[in-house]
């Protein structure tokens, strides 16, 4: 140690205590950053008379000396994260006089080299130490059979402490281990326990601390345990399994920590809560807790982090005055209403951050909230705030960092005071009413501003003026501009740190500037979506770490651009590229997930290297003039792929039978083409498909029953083809049960329409109003964590007239059988189909009475059984349909009067 002096005593020495002969008793040298190695030689091992080794937080290196049984007076030893690697010594189970034993190791630390327990094993180990109070091995790999290191720990009756996390055992906890009654802290977390949570556990009557997260609990959790009366802390965090709920609360005045995050705990919050009068930490996100949060919250005085996000929980936020010591507060992803404007924020003057998001708030944003001085986040985004943003705060005292209040409804022009808020890195704005002009100037003094995000306001961000102030940001690192209004490219070229940048929709014309693409060394989003691009200024080299580049709905003509090969994502749809696709395209896209060229003029035919992408999960080749053959190898070797949309182009030939048992795909949409033959048997194998669209080709097969056992499919259409014999399949059971659209028009289907093959249609009869409050679209989940989706798109007749469904509603169901040669009566077991939107029967031979029970349709738009044989009168329940905006029974044999509304 540099502060040793070697003329001076050592008994003065920093780190040493002597006893009364003036034998070194205690060596504390932790946090002393030494480094090197120790070996058996070290004079260490000298120190006979020594009681205390404290070694902790070091830079020491290589494996375990194995000299420390010769410091047989050790009753204290704190190796912790002191760099020792290898296997742990067997002569540490010869210090029977240990009562403390660290030898615990960061996981973040340990640089990769694992410190193990195998030879000895943790019995070995233990089984001398018959004295010890505290046993820590965090981070220590510990080589046991099954659970059996419960029953080596059982032996050691005096132990009070046992911290034991991340060490590889395996569950479950033996009650051999309530033999331990002096236990106060028992900490197993990081374990692959999968079991449930023992019940002896409530009775150890000194538990102050027991911390059991990401272990795999299962089964419920015994409540008890929140009732003992020593417990200060439980953390049972990231246990997804285990279930329970919070106990009636009686004076426990001990917890002062409790964590639930992560489970599936649930039920209410008890107005008890306030019985916990030292609770400084409440963390309960991502559970299933609901109903009100009790105002009795309020009252614990001595709470600083309170965390309910993502829950269930509804109607208003109690008043938080009394918990003067709040500093962070989440109770974001609820359903959580009412205003907020009354609380007097002015009371919680050691709030630094504040997460409302995605609730129904409402009302003024109080101007006390963004005038206090702790805050650093303040977080209101997805709520229904709106009128102007007031107040003016002390900006030169304000410590705000992050501000989001997004997707509100707040109007009027941006405050100035935001723009200087000097500490500010984070400023999102975007989906609001906001409106006014902002140029450069006037966000000069965000000097520390990395995220940017003004989208979608009524504001007008002028980009004609020089841009060198944003020279003085060389941290902006996210900058999204979309619909502000721009007319040009903002001169960013000094922003060397830019890795997204967004300026969708506005009206940008002329070309693409060449600087962009090497701006930065580190960019990895461009969008210019929605604009009036019409080329890129060469010459130009897009940067490799370009992930995503959308360049679709602007006026781009010609060749399509060099794609950029480390992309994961590019839509260069609706444009006016004419040239074909690149023969080496497949080259390009060894990362790329989703690909679109749709709705431009691409013509040739599909590149066989496109097989060579196989990370897509999305190819998007629709609306163009593309020809040949449908590769083979892009429908057997792809496994990934999950959508394949080829529609409206001029393919021929037939379908591959090449489907492979990997299949992924969801959807398959050919229609529009000029394909042949018949539906391939192995697109049996395709289990998850849910939208198959093989419409208007010349495939000439019989009702598809090989895929009676996809179960997920929910659109299937067949129209405008050569299928041809009856509808239905022998002893099928229940095929499809999800399906929603079902078009076989203008085909040659012939027979009876068979009950059963309707009755079978099991999500066409779901409608209830909870349903309509869960509308979703059918879509295709590219890559969630991007939030990367493929809305799935259809064309339904209706009304007379093709309507295109960009976006499927998942509860939109319709029939369409028209135009083929089917006879007999209408099954009367349509009238079960209760969600249906549009039933088109029109232009068969369909025959009998029209069945009284379509009445119960009440969901109905559009109603066609024109052109068939029906006969008798028209039923008076159809007078039920309010809905019916277009009914159409022409050129049948009905007869007698038309139902007279009442």
Same mark, same amino acid.
């Given at each position: 140690?540099?502060?040793?002096?070697?003329?001076? /005593?050592?008994?003065?020495?920093?780190?040493?205590?002597?006893?009364?002969?003036?034998?070194?008793?205690?060596?504390?040298?932790?946090?002393?950053?030494?480094?090197?190695?120790?070996?058996?030689?070290?004079?260490?091992?000298?120190?006979?008379?020594?009681?205390?080794?404290?070694?902790?937080?070091?830079?020491?290196?290589?494996?375990?000396?194995?000299?420390?049984?010769?410091?047989?007076?050790?009753?204290?030893?704190?190796?912790?994260?002191?760099?020792?690697?290898?296997?742990?010594?067997?002569?540490?189970?010869?210090?029977?006089?240990?009562?403390?034993?660290?030898?615990?190791?960061?996981?973040?630390?340990?640089?990769?080299?694992?410190? %193990?327990?195998?030879?000895?094993?943790?019995?070995?180990?233990?089984?001398?130490?018959?004295?010890?109070?505290?046993?820590?091995?965090?981070?220590?790999?510990?080589?046991?059979?099954?659970?059996?290191?419960?029953?080596?720990?059982?032996?050691?009756?005096?132990?009070?402490?046992?911290?034991?996390?991340?060490?590889?055992?395996?569950?479950?906890?033996?009650?051999?281990?309530?033999?331990?009654?002096?236990?106060?802290?028992?900490?197993?977390?990081?374990?692959?326990?999968?079991?449930?949570?023992?019940?002896?556990?409530?009775?150890?009557?000194?538990?102050?601390?027991?911390?059991?997260?990401?272990?795999?609990?299962?089964?419920?959790?015994?409540?008890?345990?929140?009732?003992?009366?020593?417990?200060?802390?439980?953390?049972?965090?990231?246990?997804?399994?285990?279930?329970?709920?919070?106990?009636?609360?009686?004076?426990?005045?001990?917890?002062?920590?409790?964590?639930?995050?992560?489970?599936?705990?649930?039920?209410?919050?008890?107005?008890?809560?306030?019985?916990?009068?030292?609770?400084?930490?409440?963390?309960?996100?991502?559970?299933?807790?609901?109903?009100?949060?009790?105002?009795?919250?309020?009252?614990?005085?001595?709470?600083?982090?309170? /965390?309910?996000?993502?829950?269930?929980?509804?109607?208003?936020?109690?008043?938080?005055?009394?918990?003067?010591?709040?500093?962070?507060?989440?109770?974001?992803?609820?359903?959580?209403?009412?205003?907020?404007?009354?609380?007097?924020?002015?009371?919680?003057?050691?709030?630094?951050?504040?997460?409302?998001?995605?609730?129904?708030?409402?009302?003024?944003?109080?101007?006390?909230?963004?005038?206090?001085?702790?805050?650093?986040?303040?977080?209101?985004?997805?709520?229904?705030?709106?009128?102007?943003?007031?107040?003016?705060?002390?900006?030169?005292?304000?410590?705000?960092?992050?501000?989001?209040?997004?997707?509100?409804?707040?109007?009027?022009?941006?405050?100035?005071?935001?723009?200087?808020?000097?500490?500010?890195?984070?400023?999102?704005?975007?989906?609001?009413?906001?409106?006014?002009?902002?140029?450069?100037?006037?966000?000069?003094?965000?000097?520390?501003?990395?995220?940017?995000?003004?989208?979608?306001?009524?504001?007008?961000?002028?980009?004609?003026?020089?841009?060198?102030?944003?020279?003085?940001?060389? %941290?902006?690192?996210?900058?999204?501009?979309?619909?502000?209004?721009?007319?040009?490219?903002?001169?960013?070229?000094?922003?060397?740190?830019?890795?997204?940048?967004?300026?969708?929709?506005?009206?940008?014309?002329?070309?693409?500037?060449?600087?962009?693409?090497?701006?930065?060394?580190?960019?990895?989003?461009?969008?210019?979506?929605?604009?009036?691009?019409?080329?890129?200024?060469?010459?130009?080299?897009?940067?490799?770490?370009?992930?995503?580049?959308?360049?679709?709905?602007?006026?781009?003509?010609?060749?399509?651009?060099?794609?950029?090969?480390?992309?994961?994502?590019?839509?260069?749809?609706?444009?006016?590229?004419?040239?074909?696709?690149?023969?080496?395209?497949?080259?390009?896209?060894?990362?790329?997930?989703?690909?679109? =060229?749709?709705?431009?003029?691409?013509?040739?035919?599909?590149?066989?290297?496109?097989?060579?992408?196989?990370?897509?999960?999305?190819?998007?080749?629709?609306?163009?003039?593309?020809?040949?053959?449908?590769?083979?190898?892009?429908?057997?070797?792809?496994?990934?792929?999950? =959508?394949?949309?080829?529609?409206?182009?001029?393919?021929?030939?037939?379908?591959?039978?090449?489907?492979?048992?990997?299949?992924?795909?969801?959807?398959?949409?050919?229609?529009?083409?000029?394909?042949?033959?018949?539906?391939?048997?192995?697109?049996?194998?395709?289990?998850?498909?849910?939208?198959?669209?093989?419409?208007?080709?010349?495939?000439?097969?019989?009702?598809?029953?090989?895929?009676?056992?996809?179960?997920?499919?929910?659109?299937?259409?067949?129209?405008?083809?050569?299928?041809?014999?009856?509808?239905?399949?022998?002893?099928?059971?229940?095929?499809?049960?999800?399906?929603?659209?079902?078009?076989?028009?203008?085909?040659?289907?012939?027979?009876?329409?068979?009950?059963?093959?309707?009755?079978?249609?099991?999500?066409?009869?779901?409608?209830?109003?909870?349903?309509?409050?869960?509308?979703?679209?059918?879509?295709?989940?590219?890559?969630?964590?991007?939030?990367?989706?493929?809305?799935?798109?259809?064309?339904?007749?209706?009304?007379?007239?093709?309507?295109?469904?960009? %976006?499927?509603?998942?509860?939109?169901?319709?029939?369409?059988?028209?135009?083929?040669?089917?006879?007999?009566?209408?099954?009367?077991?349509?009238?079960?189909?209760?969600?249906?939107?549009?039933?088109?029967?029109?232009?068969?031979?369909?025959?009998?009475?029209?069945?009284?029970?379509?009445?119960?349709?009440?969901?109905?738009?559009?109603?066609?059984?024109?052109?068939?044989?029906?006969?008798?009168?028209?039923?008076?329940?159809?007078?039920?349909?309010?809905?019916?905006?277009?009914?159409?029974?022409?050129?049948?044999?009905?007869?007698?009067?038309?139902?007279?509304?009442?």
């Amino acid at each position: 140690m540099r502060n040793w002096n070697q003329s001076t /005593d050592c008994c003065s020495w920093g780190g040493i205590t002597c006893d009364q002969s003036g034998r070194v008793i205690i060596l504390d040298l932790s946090n002393q950053l030494i480094s090197g190695t120790i070996d058996n030689s070290s004079s260490l091992f000298n120190l006979q008379h020594l009681q205390q080794l404290n070694l902790a937080y070091n830079t020491l290196s290589f494996s375990f000396p194995c000299g420390f049984d010769k410091l047989s007076n050790l009753s204290y030893l704190n190796l912790s994260n002191a760099g020792f690697t290898g296997k742990v010594p067997a002569e540490i189970s010869r210090l029977t006089n240990l009562i403390t034993l660290d030898l615990s190791v960061n996981l973040f630390l340990r640089d990769g080299r694992p410190l %193990k327990l195998e030879k000895p094993n943790l019995k070995m180990l233990v089984e001398n130490l018959t004295r010890l109070r505290s046993l820590h091995l965090d981070g220590v790999k510990i080589s046991a059979r099954g659970n059996e290191w419960c029953k080596w720990l059982s032996s050691l009756t005096n132990l009070e402490e046992l911290s034991m996390s991340n060490c590889n055992l395996s569950g479950p906890i033996e009650d051999s281990l309530q033999k331990l009654k002096n236990l106060s802290i028992i900490h197993l977390d990081g374990n692959n326990l999968s079991a449930v949570v023992p019940a002896f556990l409530a009775h150890l009557p000194n538990l102050t601390s027991l911390r059991l997260s990401a272990c795999g609990l299962h089964g419920q959790f015994p409540r008890e345990i929140l009732q003992v009366r020593m417990l200060q802390s439980l953390d049972v965090l990231d246990n997804e399994k285990l279930q329970g709920s919070l106990p009636e609360f009686h004076h426990n005045g001990s917890l002062q920590n409790l964590v639930l995050s992560g489970t599936n705990f649930s039920g209410s919050l008890p107005q008890s809560i306030d019985k916990l009068v030292n609770l400084t930490r409440l963390a309960l996100s991502s559970c299933n807790f609901s109903g009100a949060i009790p105002s009795s919250v309020s009252s614990l005085q001595q709470l600083v982090y309170l /965390d309910l996000s993502s829950n269930n929980f509804t109607g208003q936020i109690p008043c938080f005055d009394l918990s003067k010591n709040l500093a962070h507060v989440d109770l974001s992803y609820n359903k959580l209403s009412g205003k907020i404007e009354s609380f007097k924020w002015e009371d919680l003057p050691n709030l630094t951050h504040i997460d409302l998001r995605f609730n129904s708030l409402n009302g003024n944003i109080p101007s006390s909230l963004l005038a206090l001085p702790s805050p650093k986040r303040v977080l209101l985004s997805n709520n229904q705030f709106d009128g102007e943003v007031t107040g003016v705060p002390k900006v030169r005292e304000s410590l705000l960092d992050t501000l989001d209040l997004s997707y509100n409804q707040l109007q009027g022009p941006i405050p100035a005071y935001v723009f200087e808020l000097s500490r500010l890195s984070v400023l999102v704005l975007s989906s609001n009413n906001f409106n006014g002009t902002i140029r450069p100037r006037d966000i000069r003094k965000l000097v520390n501003l990395t995220y940017l995000d003004l989208s979608h306001n009524n504001l007008s961000v002028i980009a004609t003026e020089s841009y060198s102030v944003l020279s003085s940001f060389p %941290k902006i690192t996210t900058l999204k501009l979309a619909s502000c209004k721009l007319n040009v490219f903002p001169d960013l070229k000094n922003q060397s740190r830019l890795t997204y940048l967004d300026l969708s929709q506005n009206k940008i014309s002329g070309e693409v500037p060449n600087w962009i693409w090497s701006v930065s060394d580190d960019l990895l989003h461009l969008n210019f979506s929605f604009n009036q691009l019409e080329g890129l200024q060469k010459p130009y080299q897009i940067t490799p770490s370009l992930s995503v580049l959308d360049l679709h709905f602007n006026r781009l003509s010609g060749h399509i651009p060099t794609l950029p090969v480390s992309a994961i994502y590019l839509d260069f749809s609706s444009n006016n590229f004419t040239s074909s696709l690149p023969s080496n395209i497949g080259n390009y896209l060894s990362y790329t997930i989703f690909f679109s =060229v749709s709705s431009n003029g691409l013509t040739g035919a599909i590149p066989k290297s496109i097989c060579e992408a196989v990370n897509l999960r999305v190819l998007d080749l629709p609306k163009n003039s593309l020809s040949g053959a449908i590769p083979k190898c892009l429908i057997g070797q792809m496994d990934l792929l999950g =959508v394949l949309n080829l529609r409206g182009n001029h393919l021929s030939g037939e379908i591959p039978n090449a489907f492979s048992r990997k299949c992924s795909i969801e959807t398959l949409d050919v229609n529009g083409n000029e394909l042949t033959g018949k539906i391939p048997i192995s697109l049996g194998r395709c289990r998850k498909l849910e939208v198959l669209n093989l419409g208007n080709n010349h495939i000439n097969d019989t009702y598809p029953c090989h895929l009676k056992s996809i179960t997920n499919l929910r659109i299937l259409v067949l129209r405008s083809n050569k299928f041809h014999g009856g509808i239905g399949c022998p002893a099928d059971k229940r095929p499809w049960p999800k399906l929603q659209i079902v078009d076989f028009a203008h085909n040659s289907f012939n027979g009876k329409l068979p009950n059963k093959f309707v009755a079978r249609w099991k999500a066409m009869e779901v409608y209830d109003d909870e349903a309509q409050l869960n509308v979703k679209h059918l879509r295709f989940e590219v890559r969630r964590l991007a939030r990367i989706y493929y809305l799935d798109g259809i064309t339904v007749t209706s009304k007379g007239l093709q309507m295109e469904l960009v %976006k499927i509603l998942t509860i939109f169901t319709s029939i369409d059988l028209s135009c083929n040669n089917l006879e007999g009566p209408i099954p009367d077991v349509i009238g079960k189909l209760k969600a249906l939107y549009f039933l088109n029967l029109s232009h068969n031979a369909l025959s009998g009475k029209i069945p009284p029970s379509l009445g119960n349709l009440q969901q109905l738009e559009s109603l066609d059984l024109s052109c068939n044989n029906l006969s008798d009168s028209i039923p008076q329940q159809l007078l039920k349909l309010t809905f019916l905006a277009v009914l159409n029974l022409s050129h049948n044999q009905l007869e007698g009067r038309i139902p007279d509304g009442k």
